[in-house]
């Protein structure tokens, strides 16, 4: 087999973009000149990467968690709400790994970092003497969550953002926090919650 | 606001998803009853996570690459395939990080292992005295090359294939290898390859 | 050969630890009973895993770069601390990749994300007319930093740290904040600062 | 407080450091015209990149347990060789994570590689009517293995390996072969392999 003049063009055409980057190929590799067959998509796989659409989704079941933890109070009790927060915790946290970076909006002084499972907990539902100035920030009547990125950074199997999320109320009131996530792609394939630092917007003076 | 009977149906619908993985959330969040708003898909990001997608391009300009030397050598002679196998070494392996895990399917004894450039610019295109066994594999007449995966692993920014690479000559001989190779996403977003094991298939006995 | 009562005991000593998790070894394989001849560790290797103590350096260069743009300021001026800033964020930030998630602890409004090397270099050192809010916080006399870390995450190529930061300025006062960084090692080996949360903590009420 | 000379030289010497790279400051931090106060060093931590020495370890680690294998089939039978073989496997290769690509030194055909933990159990073992051509490879009377790496890359939370690898028989036999091994560090901070590349090494002609 020898290659005609149209072929021998089309290998010199990919040629050029060699220099400076991984070479880009034809995408049409099935063309009559192509000499690369390629792979199968169909290939068994396993992926830790993190997408973009997994982060996003990641950030909507954190926001329905929380209506969801403050509807179940309302309607339910405290001791519902606490089981719920309790699941949420270990579904979306990653405190089986060790300690989270779990700076939350409100917390002060000595137990401003809940790098622990149960300061965590306190944080969201209160009621733990270990915890006293803790109110339960999950039990403040939240209907609505809102996320608006300002930036994504996926390192790989981790992923960070950074924004603002703003949180309403069953009575109309409107939080603003500023809020970075980091999460990490566990043995399951799920994304977990390793870093959360929260705070209000800086007021100026 | 309270929330209707139906919208802490579906809150509640949402929640039972919370135990053992993270929150599944419905993916209707513009409908009536949701409580969150989805972030934006226009974030600026910067991704250095791996996608399947890239991984076969980056498998496919291999092959095309490897032809166009071929290709190169025959048209113009050893001086410009010497040139092109350059700048494909220089723009699809790692050698600016150290040491890439390279074994050609054709080297011997202390040379079985080329982390360096010059060990492995000596195995496609051979001539270099140090390396006297080469006679430049990449030399040999190929035309075409397919790729047939067994698997593959994504870890985040580093993605890993292992499989058969079937290649033909320009006078019709077919040679198949088992190839494993390693690619590493660099800070300009393109595969390198960092590990490259190439073998022929074993023939028992 | 066969072996000797003793070093089949050895081996099934070894055996014991497998179930459960990777089979751990003696470490001393060099005794007679040995039967696995260790790898060299002077192998060429390319590292681009992130070390605790390459975090903790990180972390203490970006102190003396505060400490160093509030001096140069105070002693050569202006146009001197503006040239050392931008030496500064060219060096330790990550504006190559892409946008940075960067949170300053004094920014407001729409202005409160600085996810361009020019919304950084003007919240260090000011005077930029599309940040009319800036006043310059490396400018402000800062000569000592400590960092306090409450919890840091290495996930590979990248690691984050959450804590408190206390910088002491010239004429004594104290500023304490709440501080998240994120780490990523690039191509040249350095860590570049990817995700920066810095807040004032939160006063109660 | 003002600085004197000498502290003010001190400051100029780490900033000649800045540019080109990220900041290196002293190290004697706390000398008397030190400015930044490190972190300590016993933060909290998860660390799930890995080490060199972690890596060797597994090395180890394996070469053990092959030999283990041999050993018990040789005193126990095939039975308890399997079952060791089945922890061995569980413990050290990463099959519950999807494919593990596995390319055996001696396999063959369509049976090449071993992406399932029945393949590969079987091509340790053998007695799988499924893998008809397997006659166990780690019943071969193994009695000592040297690994001798080429190079090493570590991605963050993977680790690859390229060298020699060269087993002995209770018969004084000595078997190399070239073995490429990627590790992935579990969440539980364990190293698995999730790729191993084995084979005879080229002969020539």
Do not use: C
């Not at 969550?145 to 981790?158: D, L, P, R």
């Amino acid at each position: 087999m020898t290659l005609s003049k149209t072929s021998i063009s089309a290998l010199f055409a990919a040629v050029t973009f060699v220099s400076g980057s991984l070479i880009v190929v034809q995408t049409s590799v099935a063309d009559s000149s192509s000499t690369v067959i390629a792979p199968s998509s169909k290939t068994p796989i396993v992926n830790r990467a993190i997408t973009e659409s997994e982060v996003l989704a990641a950030q909507i079941a954190w926001g329905e968690a929380l209506v969801a933890i403050s509807t179940t109070y309302d309607m339910k009790g405290i001791d519902a709400a606490k089981a719920l927060a309790e699941k949420v915790i270990d579904a979306a946290y990653g405190y089986q790994f060790g300690p989270v970076l779990f700076n939350p909006t409100l917390t002060v002084g000595a137990q401003t970092f809940r790098t622990t499972r149960a300061g965590a907990l306190a944080y969201f539902v209160g009621g733990d003497p270990a915890f006293p100035m803790d109110k339960g920030f999950a039990l403040k009547g939240w209907r609505k969550v809102e996320i608006k990125n300002a930036a994504i950074f996926i390192s790989g199997n981790t992923a960070s953002t950074m924004g603002n999320v703003i949180i309403t109320g069953k009575d109309g009131n409107v939080t603003i926090v500023d809020k970075t996530w980091q999460f990490f792609k566990d043995d399951n394939g799920k994304l977990r919650i390793i870093l959360h630092h929260s705070s209000l917007p800086y007021k100026g003076k």
